[in-house]
């Protein structure tokens, strides 16, 4: 197998041993909100914050602890218990604490513990903010298990509850059609992928003998045939439903239905980058199919570039973020379906993404808290003015995302656009030109909200948001700054035992192709000022070209869905309808009339006169008697 030697992790001892606190402490808050909210009241949405903040505080004690330890005592198995036993079979549940689920742990408690903080400003006035962050401690918690499991069935466990969070969270506010709808809709596509994650489990269980990522691991150099190809696409499709990736992308837009802290939460730290971390902690079996790694990369490219010409297309600011979510997962993708010379990269990415995305996201909730939840951005301009601490929190996202020099986009997407063109010309072109469209939205964006005169309706009075919702916009935006100048150095080397990938040498100066991508990322930038910064932005979007009008409809994944899907799966349910009626119901009808006919006409000769039966006799004498004669004729 392609990478290092795997090693197995060592037993538990210290404070790894209560690593599952990580995961228990917010699912009791979970368990105690849903469960007492009545009881706790006002308390609620404090006990929330205060349960990820402790698992985020066990998350850096694990992390230090694993600094500290040498290189190949850092992969940490917690067995908790038997889950059960029969025959041959015999599931243990435990948890894998090692460089890579660390990475995660700390992303999904520390960015997902600032978005807790956030939401106690945004959600203040919601009359049913206790269950809310009940849903968000679920959400979490569920991550955790993902993220932690040592086994395929484990972390399906997880992959599920993530599945029913979301659906809650999206959903939340149920009264609105359009949300209640939207979560069905996330619900229901992601059921598609997680068909494709069954089918990958069960197939390891065949092929194995058990889940375990130690036994998968150390068992894949012996699969033969077709078997790594079709493990490695069924889980390519569970990536696919939840990291919103073609062709199951169509949910992500409508999620943004949900409060704005559930976007930063679902396309920043937690859901969405569920699929990336599945690919990479599946490296063996990828790493034997060359097709099932390149259609990683396709749909990672594909995706990519689907996502940022959404982005520059659409006018409501969450769902160009989301658009954006969509483009910079498929980054990820795309350098996961490399191998491991994008397997690093894809995880830092991912880390950078974390930071600056759900910075952007939770600006957005701030300039929506500001606009009296106005997502249109045809009705902002000139808003710096009026929200400073929002618009400089947002800049920052905003150079981290197009890749500014040395802030922490700068550093990770540059990774995985040098690795693409090592891949391929063609894929790392259209990487290059992804950066450049990236760019060019992203200032559309800047622009069209903070920049110009005001657009907004006479009694709309913008102000900015009060310090809770404002103190986690300034931390995440150190983090979009800096962060990914100090992983840059040593995330290579940290992650070479848990993906087997060797680390390369970092360059101090900008490459050929870095400096390529600086001048494209410029060029992309001077288009979006050229087109939005030196006219006047009109009230109502206008017809535009056909490119345009398919970014407006997200480039139709909704009829497609539709006409491929939705309308078949229908016309087949009322076939199915009326097989059972008029068929299947018609002929047991029509044999039981028949019946009951008969019963009738026997009843009828059964009627008692003396007369009817002798005449009867009289007729069956005749009629046995004509037979004889026939008989004896012939």
């Not at 390149?294 to 969450?318: Q, R, S």
């Not at 909200?449 to 009694?459: I, L, Y």
């Amino acid at each position: 197998m392609i990478g290092l030697e795997i090693v197995d992790p060592v037993a538990a001892t210290g404070l790894f041993g209560y690593a599952w606190l990580m995961i228990a402490l917010p699912a009791l808050g979970a368990l105690l909100i849903l469960g007492f909210g009545r009881f706790l009241g006002k308390a609620g949405p404090a006990l929330a914050v205060a349960t990820i903040t402790g698992s985020f505080a066990l998350a850096v004690a694990l992390f230090v602890q694993q600094l500290a330890a040498p290189a190949d005592a850092r992969a940490v198995s917690v067995p908790l218990y038997t889950w059960f036993s029969t025959g041959a079979w015999q599931l243990d549940v435990g948890l894998l604490v090692d460089q890579l689920s660390i990475l995660f742990c700390l992303l999904i408690t520390g960015v997902g513990g600032l978005i807790h903080v956030y939401s106690l400003g945004y959600m203040a006035h919601d009359e049913r903010k206790g269950r809310f962050f009940g849903y968000l401690n679920l959400f979490v918690a569920a991550m955790l298990v993902l993220v932690l499991a040592d086994n395929y069935l484990v972390l399906f466990v997880g992959w599920e509850g993530v599945g029913l969070a979301s659906y809650l969270l999206i959903g939340f506010w149920q009264h609105k059609p359009s949300a209640a709808a939207a979560a069905k809709k996330a619900f229901v596509m992601n059921r598609v992928g997680d068909l494709g994650m069954v089918l990958a489990i069960s197939a390891m269980l065949a092929q194995f003998g058990s889940s375990a990522f130690s036994e998968v691991n150390h068992g894949a150099a012996n699969l033969v045939g077709p078997w790594p190809t079709a493990i490695g696409l069924l889980l390519l499709l569970g990536a696919c439903g939840k990291s919103a990736q073609v062709p199951l992308q169509a949910w992500l837009l409508d999620a943004m239905e949900g409060p704005t802290p559930v976007s930063a939460l679902i396309h920043a730290a937690t859901m969405v980058t569920a699929g990336v971390y599945l690919v990479v902690r599946s490296h063996a079996i990828f790493e034997l199919s060359t097709v099932a790694a390149t259609t990683v990369v396709l749909v990672g490219t594909v995706t990519l570039l689907a996502g940022a010409w959404i982005g520059c297309a659409k006018d409501d600011i969450k769902k160009v973020l989301a658009g954006s979510t969509m483009s910079q997962i498929g980054y990820m993708m795309l350098a996961a379906g490399i191998g491991p010379a994008g397997y690093a990269f894809a995880i830092f990415h991912l880390l950078t993404h974390g930071a600056f995305k759900a910075n952007m996201f939770l600006g957005a909730g701030s300039v929506m808290h500001g606009m009296d939840d106005d997502v249109e951005m045809r009705h902002y301009g000139g808003l710096w003015k009026y929200l400073p601490v929002t618009f400089w929190t947002f800049a920052c996202g905003y150079l981290a995302i197009i890749g500014f020099p040395l802030t922490s986009g700068y550093f990770s997407k540059d990774h995985i656009i040098e690795a693409a063109f090592g891949q391929s010309m063609l894929i790392g072109s259209l990487a290059l030109l992804g950066a450049g469209v990236t760019a060019f939205y992203m200032t559309r964006l800047m622009l069209m909200t903070f920049g110009g005169a005001k657009r907004w309706a006479d009694g709309v009075h913008p102000h900015e948001s009060p310090a809770v919702m404002t103190v986690p916009l300034v931390v995440l935006a150190v983090l979009s700054i800096g962060a990914g100048a100090v992983m840059n150095w040593w995330i290579q080397e940290w992650l070479e035992p848990a993906t087997g990938a060797h680390a390369h040498e970092v360059d101090l100066l900008p490459t050929p192709i870095g400096w390529a991508t600086m001048a494209v990322v410029a060029l992309g930038v001077l288009v979006g000022w050229l087109v939005f910064g030196r006219r006047e932005v009109p009230a109502t979007a206008p017809q535009g070209n056909l490119v345009a009008r398919a970014g407006r409809n997200e480039l139709y994944g909704n009829s497609v869905n539709d006409v491929l899907v939705v309308q078949p799966v229908l016309a087949m349910s009322r076939a199915a309808v009326t097989t059972d009626a008029k068929g299947i119901d018609g002929f047991v009808g029509t044999f039981t009339d028949a019946i009951g006919g008969l019963s009738v006409a026997g009843r009828r000769a059964q009627n008692g006169y003396v007369r009817s039966y002798a005449l009867t006799m009289v007729l069956g004498v005749l009629a046995v008697g004509a037979v004889l004669i026939l008989g004896l004729v012939g």
